[in-house]
């Protein structure tokens, strides 16, 4: 809960084996051990995205990456999702070889445009990943029939995509994403298009299912107040080569409401982000001084 | 609804076919006016007089016509497509092809149809047909190809996600992405199948068809009835474009929703 969290953060991963023997790493849902991204090397477009990324987010957390555009955040949460490879370093999901979880869809994710399918009925969109896995037709219905009453939008299954209104498309992009049971959830900004009070709607829902569901979430966004809202930890990321500048405990308990939005504590942490992302350019600009 | 739909005639319907009407006035107002020869420019009154008393000869040519064009369509987007389908697929196969569709399109077709018709037997369609196909196929083709190109990253991201194999993601979300393209290439070339059919009757084979009827008429002192054969040309590729729009309607009904909106 205090600034200096990022030297936890070091602490837990150099450290991690005679400090982690009662939670083995089989238990964390995701772990980033030492992983950089360079786009392009050797070329006139090489770009550093990612440098030394150490993280571990526990099963049934939730988890936002925060940090300027640029900053290799949605990067970092395509790495996990193996639909891009780190350049060094480790990615492991579930305990399992990021490749090898996105084979077994291990996660479910969801963008800031929400990939509806046009030609695919709400409840045919939902039943995508499950047809990929071989479900037959009438299990396939009764999940998404599930699926639909967790996001409240029932009375749409036979609706076509474009009838529906933008957050109603994200909540059936998020009963997509969680369709196959997946215990972990990947959005990056998918709240990023929606007006403020649809999205301050969605957040709650987005929480109540995370709930309900017990699902880790690891969540991208640039808005401090949805990171904080949403997360038990917030990670703060530096620009490019985009590092992890602090970690902010958010002590809000799990059961948030609206009220929470006015609470003292979440002005703190608000404060406390904020205070870290500017830590994180001044860090930036003094890198090679101050280095780990 | 009845509201909408009579706007929808007010609006839509109506304007075309009073322009059309006035098109076709200003037309006779002309030639009767100028007392232009009937050899020259006949008179529209006169061209639907033969229309409706040659009737028969219009219908018998404009069907071996029709039917020429109808089959050259198919087999040109069937052809385009699947092969679109497999450039995109395989990348040894758009090496292949790529060339040789360009190469295609650019052969001037008088050619191509004159050493067919030196191919097949003289009551041969065929020549025709095959010049109607590769019309098509190269309009297909390249439609196509860029349907299948243009995809939502995001749709293209979440398949990976759901580690599907690239033939899921063809079957899944590449072809649908494609079908609009596909039907707007089919109404592309739908009326250029018409013509090209005809057209392609001007270099020998069978006397049936609207190409040598249109040019035996017109060479001779009847214009208006050459005339009325190239009405019987319009309505064929009328009733194509009609026929491809209905299809692209039925098939493609999330494109004509957005549209709508």
């Known amino acids: 809960m205090t600034a200096s969290s990022s030297e936890d953060l070091v602490a837990s991963d150099s450290d991690a084996e005679p400090g982690r023997s009662t939670t083995p790493a089989a238990l964390s849902a995701v772990e980033v051990i030492a992983v950089d991204k360079v786009f392009n090397p050797g070329t006139p477009k090489h770009v550093d995205a990612l440098a030394d990324i150490n993280l571990t987010i526990q099963r049934g957390e939730f988890v936002s990456l925060i940090g300027p555009s640029g900053c290799g955040k949605s990067t970092l949460l395509r790495i996990i999702a193996d639909l891009l490879q780190a350049s060094t370093g480790r990615v492991l999901v579930n305990g399992k070889r990021a490749h090898q979880a996105r084979l077994d869809q291990d996660y479910g994710m969801a963008f800031q445009q929400s990939g509806l399918f046009e030609w695919r009925t709400v409840e045919r969109n939902i039943e995508l990943p499950l047809e990929l896995k071989g479900w037959d037709r009438s299990r396939r219905r009764a999940r998404s029939r599930e699926m639909l009453a967790l996001v409240k939008l029932e009375e749409f299954a036979t609706a076509m995509p474009w009838q529906l209104s933008g957050g109603m498309q994200q909540r059936v992009a998020i009963a997509r994403a969680l369709a196959s049971n997946p215990q972990l959830l990947l959005m990056d900004e998918p709240f990023g298009a929606l007006d403020e009070m649809t999205r301050e709607h969605m957040q709650t829902e987005l929480l109540r299912i995370c709930n309900d569901t017990g699902t880790t979430v690891v969540f991208v966004t640039h808005s401090i107040p949805e990171a904080v809202y949403l997360a038990d930890r917030v990670v703060v990321m530096s620009p490019r080569p985009g590092r992890i500048t602090g970690i902010v405990e958010v002590g809000l308990g799990r059961i948030r409401s609206e009220h929470t939005r006015e609470a003292s504590t979440f002005f703190e942490s608000v404060t406390e982000v904020r205070e870290a992302l500017r830590g994180g350019e001044m860090a930036d600009n003094a890198r090679g001084i101050e280095d780990r | ?261």
């Open chain 2, 1 to 261: 609804m009845s509201l909408d739909r009579a706007r929808y005639i007010a609006v839509r319907i109506v304007p075309p076919l009073v322009f059309g009407a006035v098109l076709v006035g200003l037309w006779q107002w002309w030639v009767v006016a100028f007392d232009i020869k009937p050899f020259i420019i006949p008179r529209p009154t006169d061209i639907v007089r033969q229309f409706s008393s040659g009737f028969d000869f219009v219908r018998r040519a404009s069907t071996v016509t029709g039917v020429n064009a109808f089959v050259g369509l198919v087999c040109g987007a069937v052809a385009g497509f699947a092969l679109a389908v497999l450039t995109n697929r395989f990348k040894l196969v758009s090496e292949l092809a790529n060339p040789l569709a360009v190469t295609m399109a650019a052969i001037p077709a008088v050619v191509i149809v004159g050493v067919l018709n030196n191919m097949y037997a003289l009551d041969s369609q065929l020549g025709r047909r095959i010049m109607v196909t590769m019309s098509v196929f190269f309009i297909v083709f390249v439609q196509v190809t860029k349907g299948l190109r243009q995809n939502d990253p995001t749709q293209i991201e979440l398949m990976r996600s759901y580690a599907a194999s690239p033939r899921q993601t063809l079957a899944k979300v590449r072809m649908p992405n494609t079908m609009p393209y596909l039907f707007t290439a089919i109404s592309t070339a739908a009326p250029i199948a018409v013509i090209i059919a005809l057209v392609s009757e001007y270099f020998g084979g069978t006397q049936d068809g609207l190409g040598t009827k249109i040019a035996g008429a017109l060479n001779g002192r009847n214009k208006a009835l050459g005339f009325a054969y190239v009405l019987g040309g319009s309505i064929v590729g009328l009733l194509f474009f009609a026929g491809s729009s209905l299809l692209e309607y039925v098939v493609v009904p999330w494109r004509r929703r957005r549209e709508s909106r």
